[in-house]
């Protein structure tokens, strides 16, 4: 039984650009939530994904934007990248309960 | 709002001995649920062990567990018989619930460190 699956593991982008992450969730789960971890920080709240609308979102801007296909996979998008967005991007899925985690994306912007 | 304190940014601990990881709480929801996580150097946020509010007894998984104190709002994270391999960062997280949906509110992480 896979578990969460994030892609790519490592990109590196340009100020002003844009980026496309993707997740696959464990089988078996509906919701998909995205986490944002600064280095040396805990990860942040962005937004969760249900029956493929966003059903939460943090405190992030609207150059934060996601999607849920109907096999429950994901996407996080970012507009305009900012030096700021260089991150580790977490995807967590669950059913109820418990999240389990991929093993991120590591965003550099330069 | 719900808030995780994690007052200790790292520990020392010696391989076979036995470690705690602090974490208090804050929250005025009667229903809430608390977790640890592991993440190694690897970024992989690797679950541990979840406490539940209202549960009677203190959470136990393998060498891991709770020692849950209501009243203290705390909740912290014993690891027994210390391994090399343990040696990662580790949070402690809250469940915060909103209307049909919930999020993760994470502390800001301990480094544990396991010497041989």
């Known amino acids: 039984d896979a578990g969460v699956t994030q892609s790519p593991t490592h990109l590196i982008k340009t100020r002003g650009q844009q980026v496309t992450l993707r997740c696959s969730p464990k089988?078996?789960?509906?919701?998909v939530s995205w986490y944002q971890q600064a280095l040396g920080q805990g990860p942040q709240f962005i937004f969760q994904?249900?029956?493929?609308?966003?059903?939460q979102r943090g405190n992030f801007p609207d150059r934060f934007s996601g999607h849920q296909f109907p096999n429950y996979s994901s996407e996080l998008n970012v507009n305009a990248l900012l030096l700021g967005d260089s991150a580790l991007y977490l995807c967590?899925?669950?059913?109820?309960?418990?999240?389990?985690f991929g093993q991120g994306t590591r965003l550099t912007v330069v | 709002a719900q808030k995780i304190t994690q007052t200790q940014p790292g520990m020392f601990v010696q391989e076979k001995e036995a470690v705690t990881l602090d974490c208090t709480y804050d929250?005025?929801?009667?229903?809430?649920?608390l977790f640890w996580y592991k993440q190694p150097s690897s970024g992989e946020m690797i679950f541990l062990i979840y406490?539940?509010?209202?549960?009677?007894q203190n959470a136990t998984e393998g060498r891991y567990s709770l020692n849950f104190q209501k009243a203290r709002k705390s909740a912290n994270l014993v690891i027994s018989a210390s391994q090399l391999g343990d040696s990662a960062m580790y949070f402690c997280?809250?469940?915060?619930?909103?209307?049909?949906?919930?999020?993760?509110?994470f502390g800001s992480g301990t480094r544990l460190l396991v010497r041989p």
């Open positions: 967590a899925s669950s059913p109820t309960g418990a999240a389990f």
């Open positions: 089988s078996g789960h509906d919701t």
């Open positions: 994904y249900y029956e493929e609308e966003e059903r």
């Open positions: 929250t005025s929801d009667p229903s809430y649920g």
């Open positions: 997280a809250m469940r915060e619930i909103m209307d049909s949906s919930y999020k993760l509110i």
């Open positions: 406490q539940g509010s209202y549960d009677q």
